[in-house]
């Protein structure tokens, strides 16, 4: 590899252009001592893609800017002001506590604590006030102070609260509301637990971070799609990922594949479509707010049952410039435990290196704060090609607007590219079929080939490495995403804000296919030159968010009253075009010349407009009232279907606050009970046109032929998910430790299906609100800290959810399939009185002497969703410079098929489960594969270890000169799993059959594990 010069500041004098081709080494002789600083890190420079030279410029320029930044001193970026409050925040054990927040109560003053705990609050007028600080995980603290001309020293300490109902949350409020007057749960992500987190993807941070959720990741290939669940399955129509707000911006979300899509996965419904999820940034992020669904989501309306996700970005806070600087390097390695050849390593897999480059910088003064950060990142696949690669930026703004109003924004860009490999039913050459499947036995292999000898394990290694090299399937994503909003106070107790905002997402998928392939793999005859294709896959979403909001707080003796009213509307724009050329000669990378050329396009639009109003009243800070109402249009819905309306109202009694239950228990052993009730509607509206007649076209014999499309249907509405839900929430042991239970029960009406319509019309089947699906289950979280004192604190977390899921009605709908195969072999589908997407399929029963006594077709085989399912997590924090943390989560009760197993038996390798005189009796596994689904039908409990992660701050004397802090960091992540299965069982091949459908798993089908990461960072801030 060309070896680059090391990432440096320009030395002093040298113009920035002539820097950025002929990057030079500072001398510390050349430059001011401030300037003292050299990153030697050689990034991973790979060159498939041209656009990366280019990345690497751009960090150049990008880590250059914040040296300068940051070695200036702060007197010359923001003028000192004469009165200000600074001071040390620490916890009850002495620990100093970042990234406090700090305000000064009546002003549009505040600040931030730094790694250190120091603040600093800015031009505050002097006076007696009140010194409100918050941070997640604490008690919220507010101290009368009295603040004189000059510099005020005010210490600060802050008490562990793990329930933390004076806690401040937005999503599914209308405004900001404290957690204590909520009847729902509303998960909060903190900033420190997103920093340490070494994930690189939003659904795979939330896996162990929301304990009310269960996501998996159906592919180990990067940018893939999950499968994500909050309170089961709500819909067998549309997708049951949440919807998703960055800085009250709704963007895409999509988790399935798209209408015009690339396709390495063949029938089994592309389980490695592309993620909208896979590419929103984690940089920035100060914190991520989740609601399950219910009345938590009412007021998100006709999108909301399946849970809000809203993610809250930084924008810095007043007082002097900080800045950081990380660099991160590490191996990806394949988990090799479910792999059933102690060889398929070795043919298929890789250590690849990773490396990734961080800044940022924050800080504010006049009014005006800001908070900017960028990353680069560049790795190689863990399998034995490609390299995945991405770019992303991200910058927050705040600005004071007269004596009441306020100006928020902020603005990201990221890009991604990455590699796809061909797997699941693909046809052809399927590497992870090939070997682990033993397909190899079609191309003239031993399919044992663990047995080889060395003669036949080369040629079987050569065929591989050249077959994986000549595959070349990518995917391009870019993205931008912006948010501004103006908040303005006209009178005490009164806010309104005005958000508006969009998101666009660019995805460019292109497979070619060469005749060299083709020959390699036995698809077509030697000398073949023209059967070659290149398809390309566009898609462009654009998506438009606008919404107005007023809240109103009124308080008078022992009754206080919040109320917001507001409207929304949000547009979705998603426009894909599939240009394919076939008869294609190797080299082309276009489709000009190609021996044809075809081409398609599809255009899904929708709008919603909604108008909103809630009230939360409050009596004695003891009992609260919740009342709150949603109306919506959407154009998805028919032409007689008026305004859509969503309910709620929940009640909260907190025990602890009346004067009997303090004579009975103690404030030390129970410091905090209350109980909590509601009821609310959410909804899923109807995919785009899924109301309107259509007529279909296509080509005959030269011209435009018309045929029946959708019949339409001018009744079609949402689907309405009604829940109720009780529980209550405990502090117990001095806050030591806390217990949450929820129990509810959903029921979801008006569920959409594909209803077939009458025989006399010829017409096809027509998306129709005829089914109904219920859902019922318990949320029981806690939390622990046996240990604390000034030397360090142990916390453990842990979780536990149950789930029934049934479908009540179809209509009479006939059965049908969600995903799997034919009804031949085995399928995850719908039929009343079942679960959702249950596996259904051939059933065999043996004889003592094992040969066959009954085959059966079409029988019940198991379930792809758990009974239960929950995450654990500890943290152990050894005085104030170590920290050790480290998560997992489990399941139970599911149930997916082994296509890999399967096709082993098939093919005559080694495999018991099967009785020998049936085989026997058989002729065969070939004759007898088909009617023996159920017994490769498997248990997928498990128990995984996610993430362990050691930090170490580092002492001031060996901090580098000009820095602030430093920190180093070790990670790792899919360390250990424990499992009932032979296979993954978090690897899943089924995903939605089209676009925004749903997806339920249940079959493991030649896919890769999700790769075994480990990561080492070196963290300076200024």
């Not at 001011?32 to 050689?42: A, Y």
């Not at 032929?705 to 689907?719: K, M, N, V």
Request: aromatic residues 8%.
């Amino acid at each position: 590899m060309r070896r680059r010069a090391p990432l440096v500041a320009p030395a002093c004098g040298v113009g920035l252009q002539h820097w950025l081709r002929h990057p030079p080494t500072v001398h510390a002789a050349s430059c001011p001592p401030h300037l003292e600083i050299l990153v030697t890190s050689e990034p991973f420079m790979p060159r498939r893609h041209g656009w990366l030279p280019g990345m690497w410029r751009l960090v150049h320029v990008a880590m250059t800017l914040l040296l300068f930044a940051t070695t200036v001193p702060s007197e010359t970026l923001q003028a000192q002001s004469a009165t200000s409050v600074t001071g040390l925040v620490r916890d009850e054990t002495g620990a100093p506590v970042a990234n406090a927040q700090l305000r000064i109560v009546g002003q549009e003053r505040g600040g931030q604590t730094d790694e250190r705990g120091r603040f600093v609050i800015q031009n505050v007028t002097p006076g007696e006030h009140t010194l409100e600080v918050r941070r997640i995980g604490f008690a919220v603290k507010r101290l009368p102070i009295t603040v004189r001309a000059g510099t005020n020293e005010v210490p600060v300490a802050l008490e562990h609260s793990a329930l933390a109902l004076d806690g401040v949350v937005v999503t599914g409020q209308g405004g900001e509301m404290e957690r204590r007057r909520l009847s729902t749960n509303v998960d909060v992500i903190s900033r420190d637990e997103i920093e340490a987190s070494p994930t690189t993807r939003l659904d795979q941070l939330l896996q162990t971070k929301l304990p009310g959720a269960q996501i998996r990741m159906t592919s180990g290939q990067p940018g893939t799609t999950s499968l994500i669940r909050t309170r089961g399955i709500n819909s067998v129509s549309t997708n049951s990922t949440p919807v998703i707000y960055v800085d009250g911006v709704r963007v895409d979300n999509l988790n399935t594949p798209a209408t015009l899509g690339m396709n390495v996965s063949g029938g089994a419904h592309q389980g490695t479509a592309t993620s909208a999820l896979a590419d929103i940034p984690l940089d920035n992020i100060e914190r991520i707010e989740h609601i399950p669904g219910g009345a938590a989501t009412t007021l998100y309306g006709s999108d909301a049952a399946n849970g809000v996700i809203q993610i809250f970005t930084r924008r810095g806070v007043a007082g002097p410039t900080r800045a950081n600087i990380e660099v991160e390097t590490g191996m990806e390695t394949p988990q090799t435990q479910f792999q059933f050849f102690n060889r398929t390593r070795d043919l298929l897999y890789r250590n690849g290196a990773t490396q990734k480059y961080s800044a940022g910088v924050e800080g504010g003064t006049g009014g005006f704060t800001y908070s900017i950060s960028g990353s680069a990142r560049a790795s190689q696949s863990h399998r034995v090609e490609g390299e995945n690669n991405a770019l992303s930026f991200r910058s927050g703004f705040g600005a004071e607007m007269g004596r009441s109003g306020r100006y928020q924004g902020s603005l990201s860009y990221n890009q991604d590219a990455y590699p796809r490999f061909r797997n699941g039913n693909s046809g052809g050459y399927n590497s992870i079929w090939f070997v682990e499947g033993g397909r190899s036995n079609a191309f003239g292999f031993n399919p044992n080939i663990d047995q080889l000898g060395d003669s036949a394990w080369r040629a079987l290694q050569g065929f591989v490495s050249k077959a994986e090299a000549l595959q070349d399937n990518s995917v391009r994503v870019r993205r931008f995403t912006t948010s501004h909003g103006f908040t303005i106070e006209p009178m005490t107790g009164l806010s309104v804000k005005a958000n508006v905002g969009i998101d666009q997402r660019l995805t460019h998928e292109r497979a070619i296919t060469t005749n060299e392939f083709l020959i390699h793999t036995k698809q077509v005859a030697v000398g073949t030159s023209d059967r070659g294709t290149i398809q390309n896959y566009d898609r462009t979403f654009q998506g438009l968010t606008g919404e107005l909001t007023a809240q109103h707080r009124y308080d008078r003796g022992a009754v206080s009253i919040v109320s917001a009213v507001g409207g929304q509307l949000f547009r979705n724009d998603d426009e894909q075009v599939a240009y394919t050329a076939t008869n294609v000669r190797d080299g082309a990378q276009t489709v000009t010349g190609a021996g044809t050329t075809t081409g398609a396009d599809a255009t899904l639009r929708v709008a919603n407009y909604g108008l909103y109003g809630q009230t939360n009243i409050g009596l004695s800070d003891k009992y609260f009232l919740e009342l709150g109402v949603r109306a919506d249009q959407n154009t998805a819905f028919g032409s007689t279907v008026g305004a859509q309306y969503y309910p709620k109202v929940g009640l909260v009694y907190e025990l602890t606050q009346e004067s009997w239950v303090r004579s009975v228990v103690s404030e030390r052993w129970l410091p905090k009970f209350r109980l909590r009730g509601n009821y609310g509607v959410a909804g899923n509206f109807p995919r785009p046109f899924a109301n309107d007649q259509t007529i279909n076209f296509s080509s005959l014999g030269g011209a435009l032929a018309a045929t029946f499309g959708q019949p339409g249907d001018a009744s079609l509405r949402p689907e309405r998910t009604s829940t109720f839900e009780g529980g209550f929430d405990a502090s117990l042991l001095s806050d030591r430790a806390t217990v949450s239970l929820t129990v509810y029960k959903s029921r979801t009406d008006d569920a959409l299906l594909n209803a077939p319509s009458a025989p006399s019309s010829g017409q096809t089947a027509q998306l129709r609100n005829v089914g109904v699906i219920e859902n019922r289950g318990i949320e029981l979280r806690s939390s622990v800290v046996p240990w604390s004192g000034p030397s360090g604190r142990l916390t453990l977390t842990g979780s536990l959810n149950t789930l029934k899921n049934k479908m009540v009605s179809t209509g009479n709908t006939p059965v049908f399939n969600l995903g799997g195969l034919s009804e031949r072999t085995i399928q995850a589908v719908v039929e009343a009185g079942q679960p959702v997407g249950y596996l259904r399929g051939t059933k065999a029963t043996f004889n003592a002497d094992g040969t066959v006594a009954k085959i059966e077709q079409l029988q019940y085989l198991g379930k792809p969703h758990p009974d239960a399912f929950g995450s654990m997590s500890a943290q152990l924090r050894l005085g104030s410079r170590f920290t050790i943390n480290a998560d997992g989560d489990y399941q139970f009760g599911a149930s997916s098929h082994s296509f890999d197993r399967h096709f082993r038996f098939q093919y005559g390798l080694p495999e018991t489960i099967v009785p020998a005189a049936a085989v026997k009796a058989a002729g065969g596994p070939a004759n007898i594969w088909l009617d023996v689904f159920n017994l490769f039908v498997e248990k997928t409990d498990f128990v995984k270890l996610r993430n362990v992660s050691v930090e170490y701050r580092l002492p001031d004397r060996f901090i580098p000169r000009g820095a602030r802090s430093a920190r180093i960091s070790f990670a790792a992540n899919n360390l250990l799993t424990w499992a009932a299965s032979s296979f993954d069982p978090e690897v899943d091949l089924s995903g939605a059959i089209g676009q925004g459908g749903a997806a339920v798993g249940g079959f493991n089908y030649s896919t890769d594990s999700a790769a075994r990461s480990f990561l080492l960072s070196i963290g300076v801030g200024f």
